[in-house]
């Protein structure tokens, strides 16, 4: 069965600081894999997404994340963070041929000044 | 260009009452899932419709229903509430194709008492 994982609960940063929030996942092939950002009282926002080819993904807002097919990982990262980076941060993956995605609990982002 | 919107944004309802939530689809999206996001948790995936049937769903009970109608807005309905039901719904849209971007709206949080 597929599973997400992320490890971290809560993360706190200092503002300009470099970010790196972990993922792992469990699935045989390779899985199409997403990070989201939710603030309080919002909903989903897509960041970045990988299906293929590239490993190294460059999505929105200035995050980047890596698949790592031999780790299983897809780590979600930022050169200097933002204090409006403050938010909630959901990994998800789905299967090839479905529609469902699985998400991991998420990481709790916070920013100190 | 409007965005998933949801209706009601709050409500609370007693055990055994039933609910129902609304959705309405980002423009040119005809399919539509429901997600249930308990407090600390990651979404998880309840069902999903597209041209007006359910084509895929997770793990949940057949208290809980939905329909798509012509014009892909969609209705989660829910049966005899439990005090676990209490969660944050969440609706998503997307063009329906396997790699299609999901586009969530902010979301129903209902409450149980």
């Known amino acids: 069965a597929q599973s997400v994982t992320q490890p971290d609960i809560h993360i706190t940063v200092s503002e300009g600081a470099s970010l790196e929030l972990r993922c792992n996942y469990s699935y045989g092939a390779t899985p199409y894999l997403f990070w989201y950002v939710q603030s309080p009282g919002q909903g989903l926002q897509l960041l970045l997404k990988y299906f293929s080819g590239d490993t190294l993904v460059q999505g929105i807002k200035g995050f980047e994340a890596e698949f790592k097919r031999s780790q299983s990982s897809f780590n979600l990262r930022k050169p200097s963070v933002h204090w409006s980076d403050a938010a909630e941060y959901f990994c998800a993956v789905a299967a090839s041929g479905t529609y469902k995605y699985i998400f991991g609990t998420g990481t709790r982002l916070k920013v100190l000044a | 260009d409007a965005g998933v919107t949801q209706s009601p944004t709050h409500l609370i309802k007693t055990r055994g009452q039933q609910v129902t939530l609304r959705c309405s689809p980002k423009?040119?999206?005809?399919?539509v899932s429901w997600y249930q996001q308990a407090l600390g948790q990651g979404p998880q995936f309840i069902f999903q419709y597209y041209e007006e049937e359910e084509r895929q769903r997770g793990n949940f009970p057949d208290r809980f229903s939905g329909h798509q109608f012509p014009n892909y807005s969609s209705e989660l309905n829910v049966n005899a509430l439990l005090l676990g039901d209490s969660a944050l719904y969440l609706c998503?849209?997307?063009?329906?194709?396997?790699?299609?971007?999901?586009?969530f709206g902010e979301g129903s949080r209902l409450t149980v008492l």
């Open positions: 423009s040119g999206h005809d399919t």
């Open positions: 998503a849209s997307s063009d329906g194709t396997a790699t299609g971007e999901l586009f």
